[in-house]
């Protein structure tokens, strides 16, 4: 059997896959290409999950592509709509048509005396590229994250994690428990008590709270520029506006972690009834973008709540029993169904085993390089977004360097580029990021630097100078001359 080989191998058709993709019709023209997807189905985290109000918990004018940007005045966009973005965009740029479905990358091997990866995946043809993309994402695709619930076994009712949605599941009259406090319980809890079909009464159970911010689902400065401007200077505008509403959020929470706190909370207060206990629910143990924060579109949740249909329990589980949840206070939540969302588990590269030269890659040992390549590891370049603003953000500029390397190595007749980890660089957690998903998972992870290349600002505006400005050939990557090769055509007629 002949092993067909290409330039590049895209691994994911998720959001960062089918950006990539789409950097590479735009920028490389006639480099020869394919997206790997292990699903039946592109979209990744958006086709994936089905539960109910699923939407995004960022503004889309930057969790859209910069190159394509969102359209729509809609800010914080249901997941259908972000679905169809995704595949619109695959289809304009042509990269739908490279997407091969079903096949699931489980190994990857690079050869450095070939320069070339060998990529394992069952049931289809050996496969062999130069340059591999993991645009995966970072967490487990098949099952979500649920602690140990003692007694559970007890419970006569239903039990269902939202990454494994049952979209059959009744719950028109029930009564719902909601186990989480991040953003998909407070998507969850709005979005059943709406319609026809909502739920009788739903309780969101957390063990301790979040930060939830009200912004508006429509963006009137959007809505606004797009009435008396064309989409091309309007768009820009937007998103600019957008990211630097992010980074000053962020960057003042971080500065001053007590006034962005009594802002939020009274902004809650505000949006609460009257002598609600904010403290108890909606008061963190850590400070504002210590971890996510939790959007809320027009302040659904708040509604909610305010309508006595929903409330928030913020205790811990003793034991469920038949009927429900007996809590750690004494209190007992009856349910007819129960919720899990209880966050993600982590998994790099979808749980494909990196090899080199017959060496197997252990992550805790690689350190990272510009947030987006491992020490060690040739031509390999991972995807992962940003924690503290949209993740597509991060994603864009990670393509937009690519590029500049794959150019850069083309034009200079490069086969090989490996950054080499400096031995007086202190290692880092590879995510300064408190949320219990990462902090589950951290030791499994690469490590960052303290200074750069090692280390990136998670800031946009500082990364976008470091990602589309420094040098590609910089003191920390090696690249080796290109080997000659049989032209592509002979090499795929060997057999």
Not at 428 to 436: C, E, H, I, K, S
Not at 457 to 483: G, K, T
């Amino acid at each position: 059997m002949s092993t067909e080989h290409l330039d590049v191998v895209v691994v994911g058709a998720g959001l960062s896959g089918i950006g990539t993709a789409c950097h590479l019709e735009r920028d490389l023209p006639g480099t020869r290409y394919a997206v790997l997807e292990a699903r039946e189905d592109l979209g990744g985290t958006w086709s994936l999950f089905r539960y109910p109000g699923i939407r995004s918990d960022s503004d889309m004018h930057t969790l859209g592509y910069r190159f394509r940007p969102w359209s729509s005045a809609t800010a914080l966009a249901d997941g259908p709509s972000i679905l169809e973005y995704v595949r619109e965009t695959a289809q304009e740029y042509g990269v739908e048509e490279k997407v091969r479905y079903g096949h699931r990358l489980t190994r990857a091997s690079w050869d450095s005396d070939a320069q070339r990866w060998t990529l394992e995946i069952p049931g289809q043809a050996p496969l062999t590229c130069s340059f591999l993309l993991m645009c995966s994402g970072y967490y487990r695709y098949d099952h979500g994250y649920t602690p140990d619930l003692p007694g559970i076994e007890r419970f006569g009712g239903r039990v269902v994690h939202p990454q494994l949605w049952d979209t059959e599941l009744d719950y028109a009259g029930k009564r719902v428990v909601v186990i989480g406090s991040g953003a998909t319980a407070v998507t969850l809890v709005p979005a059943m008590l709406d319609g026809a079909d909502a739920a009788a009464h739903v309780t969101q159970l957390q063990r301790s709270p979040s930060y939830v911010l009200s912004i508006g689902r429509t963006d009137p400065v959007a809505a606004t520029l797009s009435r008396w401007l064309p989409r091309a200077v309007a768009d820009p505008i937007t998103r600019a506006k957008n990211i630097a509403q992010i980074i000053t959020l962020y960057q003042v929470s971080q500065r001053f972690p007590r006034f962005v706190r009594g802002l939020l909370r009274k902004a809650t207060q505000a949006a609460l009834p009257d002598g609600y206990d904010v403290d108890t629910h909606f008061n963190p143990r850590y400070d504002p973008w210590d971890q996510r924060m939790c959007m809320v579109p027009d302040g659904d949740l708040f509604r909610a709540i305010r309508s006595g249909r929903a409330e928030i329990v913020t205790d811990t589980i003793a034991t469920f029993t038949g009927t429900g949840i007996r809590l750690t206070s004494g209190r007992e939540l009856d349910a007819d169904i129960v919720v899990t969302a209880t966050g993600l588990t982590l998994q790099m590269f979808g749980g494909a085993e990196l090899v080199v030269d017959g060496e197997p890659v252990h992550l805790p040992d690689t350190m990272a390089y510009k947030g987006m390549m491992l020490s060690g590891v040739p031509n390999l370049v991972y995807m992962i977004g940003y924690t503290n603003a949209s993740w597509t953000l991060k994603v864009d500029l990670v393509a937009e360097y690519v590029v500049r390397l794959l150019r850069h190595m083309r034009d200079r007749g490069l086969g090989v580029a490996v950054p080499e980890r400096d031995p007086e660089v202190e290692e880092a957690p590879f995510l300064d990021f408190g949320a219990g998903y990462v902090q589950r998972s951290i030791d499994e992870l690469p490590k960052q630097g303290t200074r750069a290349p090692w280390r990136l600002a998670m800031n946009y505006a500082i990364d976008a100078v470091s990602l589309r400005r420094s040098r590609v050939d910089d003191e920390a990557m090696r690249f080796v001359p290109a080997q000659a090769r049989r032209a592509p055509e002979a090499e795929r007629a060997a057999g």
